[in-house]
């Protein structure tokens, strides 16, 4: 009997993952529209209602021509209608969120949904299974932000000031953020409304200070005001903590991907949302494993490890190498 309950616990967690990937791809499909439709100047065309058209024809789309990612590569990328080419790009998004929302669903980073019951049987947590839903929102303003700037190197106030409601509303309900104080005397839902709060001002404050000191370092626009509330809308999701590592991750991955992709394109303009997306992504599932390498595990192996004094100069004569290899390439004709 315990095995079979245990095999029926088993496959319920299943169905809610597969489940989650489906709802995922078709979020991804409906993210194609905001990203298509919400940067457009005219007010009719930036309507997210009505039926999806063709780019190429501007006919309505069949719904099996629409089915998220499958359609694509059953129609080996061409509209039936015209035969014009359609972009990978629509698959990659909905193929993403569904990733995002299966990484969710697995890893269940604020609790699990499914606990065992007094009587054995797996039951649904509410207060988990609604951060869940704070959180898929979140993974979607992230993508949909990541590639309208992409597209238009802006972020839009459309997406990132909703945001920063719904991330502020979710803490004042489930609490996605975490408590911010943890003080038996703070009540739960005020702790972690105030985490949300501090997670929006930090974000924003940081980006804020970077762009003003930026700009004052570099003479032109370090990053934009569009960057300041994107960063405040995830801190409003996530809390003050992995806001900073978002930023943390952001400059990282904006040095090292975007000075790869200058060397080989030539082009020094970066949209820095994608990256502060990235780092949003990797805090949302690891903060606290990043904070303790950082704090804890790094310092100790510094002191603990004769090879750690060796560790930063190979690190920096391999990226130096790395660098030169990557110059040359980039510098060779055709
Ligand atoms: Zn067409």
Sequence with gaps: MAGGVWRFAQMVTAVYEVGA??????????????????????????????????????????WYDNLPVLAWFLLRGRARCCGGRISFR?????????????????????????????????????????????????????????FIDIDTQLLLDALTKPGMAIGLLGGLWPGVAGPLSAHPEVPPALDTLLASLAGLAVGGGVTWAIRIVGTRVFRREAMGFGDVKFLAMIGAFLGWRPACVTM????????????????????????????????????LFATDELLDFLFVAWPEWQRSSPAARWFLPVLALFSFVALIVLVRRGRRPG
């Design 90 to 146: 629509y698959p990659l998004v909905e193929l993403l969120t569904a990733g995002l929302f299966l990484l969710l669903a697995v890893a269940q980073p604020f609790g699990d949904v499914f606990r065992p019951g007094p009587d054995g049987t797996s039951q649904v947590h509410g207060p988990s299974l609604a951060a869940q839903g704070f959180q898929a929102v979140f993974v979607a303003l992230l993508v949909a932000n990541t």
């Design 248 to 283: 943390l991750l952001a400059c990282l991955f904006g040095a090292v991907i975007g000075g790869a992709g200058a060397l080989f394109r030539g082009t020094a303009r970066i949209p820095f949302g994608p990256y502060l997306a990235l780092g949003a992504s990797v805090a």
């Design 21 to 62: 990937a489906l709802f995922g791809a078709c979020v991804g499909s409906f993210l194609n529209v905001v990203v298509h439709r919400l940067p457009q100047e005219d007010p009719a065309r930036r309507s997210l209602g009505g039926r999806s058209r063709c780019p190429g024809c501007g006919k309505p789309i069949r």
